[in-house]
């Protein structure tokens, strides 16, 4: 089977006649054919994708598309016409999508090829892809998690199955199997990019939606293209010195990094120290309490059992427990949009003095798989932030932020987090371009 290239490099092969559109569709679709068996990346595979890019290469139009014959996979939380949008849940509706959602329909109007859709936990509540009897696993260790809720996108893009993929992000739903998996996220400021179903906002203004690639420049492409823009050249290292703060404290109290992490959070901090940036120790100030992020997180589970038309019988354990919790969150007002929350506002304007800061995406490397797959909500709850707990504030701030991965010493690399204030996504992918060549030694 031909080697992985990137998505730039197929779309300019594409755009010059180089490569057929058909053939590297069909390539993609062996891939999984020979890759997701035990992996499980994908819910839905579409085989009218060697239809779609057959009418790709008779249209004409080949030359000013950006994403030219590109494969790519969407979340099962996006709306395709002709199929169901499954939420990762059995509780769902079956019924076929009437129309493509305006993200879909921005990704076929730049020319990519959706080859099918994506795992996901149900609604997308938790940072593990896995449900009763089931579960996507990370392919450079298949004994452990491939992180969540966007686990799917993010295996499908680490294995070569899809050259780019869409997840969502309402507390590290991106970033966090973007680390684990070895692959670019990118959590874009709320508002940019279009979410499930044309909703105006998600879990009360947490979720956003956003790239997953093999590398920054394929991560910048595919957001320009969410976004609506006209892509910009590839993003270059920052032209002026950065003000940075490094953190290792997590938002958790009491909760540990691993050395491993540690270390490779240190290197990347000297690395751009040595390379003229103002990079300093500075912890953030995060929420106290992880009831800030929570009042949103189970208010908005609630919302979306209704939205959704849930049937919550059907639905797992936990989840039905979370919805009851979150609707008497609502039911006595204490639902609270995200950009109205003191916690919030205070990190927004401590990020807004700063360029970016740098913290880990999880604390320690994947767990197994299965490893919180019994227990009640607020027990796992518990145990995932002492996880992941770096990631939530920065969504109920509203600021976007990219994970970088770091060759560390064994077989998994280190996701490197970068947050910035609201609208400093290229600012970002510039220092995450820098990053990615000095860590890998090439700059």
């Known amino acids: 089977m031909p080697d992985v290239i990137s ?29 997701d068996g035990t992996l499980h990346a994908f819910t839905v595979v579409r085989d009218e994708a060697l239809g779609d890019a057959a009418h790709l290469a008779q249209s004409g139009l080949v030359a000013a598309l950006p994403l030219a014959g590109v494969p790519v996979a969407v979340k099962d939380s996006f709306g395709l016409a002709g199929l169901p949008a499954g939420h990762g849940s059995r509780a769902a509706s079956a019924a076929p999508a009437e129309r493509d959602d305006e993200l879909v329909r921005r990704l076929r109007a730049a020319g ?16 593990f892809t896995e449900g009763p009897g089931w579960a996507t696993r990370n392919p450079a260790l298949r004994s452990r998690t491939c992180g969540g809720s966007s686990g799917g996108s993010a295996v499908a893009v680490a294995t070569g199955m899809a050259a780019l993929a869409v997840g969502t992000d309402g507390g590290g739903s991106i970033r966090i199997p973007a ?63 950065l003000r940075i703060a490094v953190s290792l404290r997590h938002p958790v109290l009491g909760a540990p990094v691993d050395e491993r992490t540690q270390a490779t959070i240190r290197r990347v901090a000297q690395l751009l120290r040595s390379a003229g940036h103002a990079v300093h120790d500075e912890d953030p100030p995060y929420p106290r309490l992880p009831l800030r992020f929570a009042r949103c997180y189970l208010a908005g589970i609630a919302e979306d059992a209704e939205v959704l038309s849930l049937d919550v019988g059907r639905a797992e354990a936990r989840t039905r427990s979370m919805v009851r919790i979150g609707r008497w969150i609502r039911d006595r007002g204490w639902d609270r949009a995200a950009s109205r929350d003191p916690a919030g506002r205070r990190l927004r304007h401590w990020i807004r003095k700063r360029d970016a ?76 371009v820098q990053v990615e060549a000095l860590a890998s030694g090439q700059g």
Not at 8 to 31: M, N, Q, S, Y
Not at 116 to 126: F, Y
Request: proline fraction near 13%.
């Open 112 to 127: 990519a090829i959706i080859i099918g859709k994506t795992s996901m936990p149900e609604l997308a509540i938790w940072p």
């Open 179 to 241: 680390a684990c998996c070895g692959v670019v996220g990118v959590k874009p400021t709320p508002g940019q990019v279009p979410l499930p179903g044309d909703a105006v906002d998600h879990w009360y203004g947490c979720t956003a939606a956003g790239p997953l690639a093999r590398d920054v420049a394929d991560a910048a492409l595919l957001l320009d293209v969410l976004r609506g823009h006209e892509p910009a050249p590839p993003p270059e290292w920052p032209q002026r010195a």
């Open 357 to 432: 800061a740098i913290t880990p995406v999880v604390a320690y490397p994947p767990p197994p798989v299965g490893r919180w797959a019994r227990g009640g909500w607020l027990r796992t709850g518990l145990s995932v932030d002492r996880w992941m707990g770096f990631n939530q504030p920065w969504n109920l701030a509203g600021c976007p932020a990219v994970v970088v991965p770091v060759p560390g010493d064994g077989a998994l690399r280190v996701g490197v987090q970068l947050a910035g204030p609201p609208g400093a996504e290229r600012r970002l992918l510039e220092l995450a």
């Open 7 to 35: 998505a730039r490099e197929i779309a300019a092969g594409v755009r010059g006649g180089r490569l057929d559109p058909v053939e590297v569709a069909r390539e993609h679709l062996a891939r999984i054919v020979q890759m």
